[in-house]
């Protein structure tokens, strides 16, 4: 079972379970969580080979969306369906969730991605990230400042290290793993079937992953999708303009709740 924090309290609306993306963690998404749980519960979870969660020699989108199924199942059975929001990597994950297993889902939040196959590859943030001598590292500023060599961008590197314990003088993430099976996470799976539920994709205005060109392919899964996006943010968009993603994320849930 996925590594799972639970924030706040069960209400009449349908609970929230967010998913983060390739190197993230549920911790990633500790102030937006504890932000929407004043209005309904607010479920997070560590990814296979990502945090706190178990590792396992595969990172495939149908292995993603059992280990998410398996989450679930239990609290849609106390508490009804959930909306799901996935960024990311997390977000192709949960498109296949709802392809595989509807049932679970009231309504389904995609964050900057698409269905389809990218050509970008990160294997050389893995490589950046083995290159620390974790040996010298005794804060996190010691990390910081060897990243710097082949990651420039300071956000970048803040978000990586978010998965370094010093302490312990370790990642909490399968970089093998990850490594080995990159050219899954930056695809997608041929999938089939539709998702006929309520969905929302929502992008970063200045982000390169989604394309309007992508549209078609995903009303091709998702029949019922709407667009929208923030303006003056890139791929990590709840990060450069968390309150305006939780406000759109807020009136999207609100507006499915109040049609039942």
């Given amino acids: 079972m996925l590594n799972t924090i639970f924030t706040g309290q069960p209400t009449d609306r349908a609970p929230l379970l967010i998913v983060h993306g390739l190197f993230g963690s549920a911790r990633n998404w500790g ?9 309904r519960l607010v479920v997070s979870v560590d990814q296979r080979n ?13 292995d993603m969306a059992s280990d998410l199924a398996e989450v679930l199942e239990p609290i849609v059975a106390e508490h009804g369906p959930l909306h799901v929001m996935g960024h990311s990597m997390g977000g192709k994950a949960v498109m296949v969730l709802a392809l595989m297993r509807p049932e679970l889902i009231k309504s389904l939040i995609v964050a ?8 970008h590859d990160n ?4 490589d950046a990230m083995r290159k620390i001598d974790l040996s010298t590292v005794e804060k996190r500023s010691d990390a910081d400042r060897q990243l710097a060599h082949d990651v420039l961008d300071p956000g970048v590197r803040a978000f990586l290290l978010q ?14 793993v990850l490594e080995a099976e990159m050219t899954k996470i930056v695809g997608f799976p041929e999938v089939s079937g539709t998702y006929e539920g309520p969905v929302f994709f929502l992008s970063g205005g200045e982000s ?14 998702f029949p019922h999708a709407k667009f929208a ?32």
């Fill in 31 to 39: 102030v937006i969580s504890k932000r929407l749980s004043d209005q």
């Fill in 50 to 62: 990502h945090g706190e969660s178990p590792r396992f020699a595969t990172q495939s989108y149908e």
């Fill in 112 to 119: 900057d991605i698409s269905p389809v196959a990218y050509s």
């Fill in 123 to 126: 294997t050389p943030l893995i």
């Fill in 163 to 176: 998965s370094l314990v010093v302490k312990e003088k370790k990642w909490l993430l399968n970089l093998d």
């Fill in 208 to 221: 390169t992953y989604v394309e309007r060109g992508h549209r078609d392919r995903s009303k091709t899964l």
């Fill in 229 to 260: 996006s923030i303006p003056g943010t890139g791929h990590w968009l709840h990060a450069e303009k968390p309150r305006e993603f939780e406000a759109a994320l807020r009136a999207w849930m609100e507006a499915v709740d109040a049609k039942g």
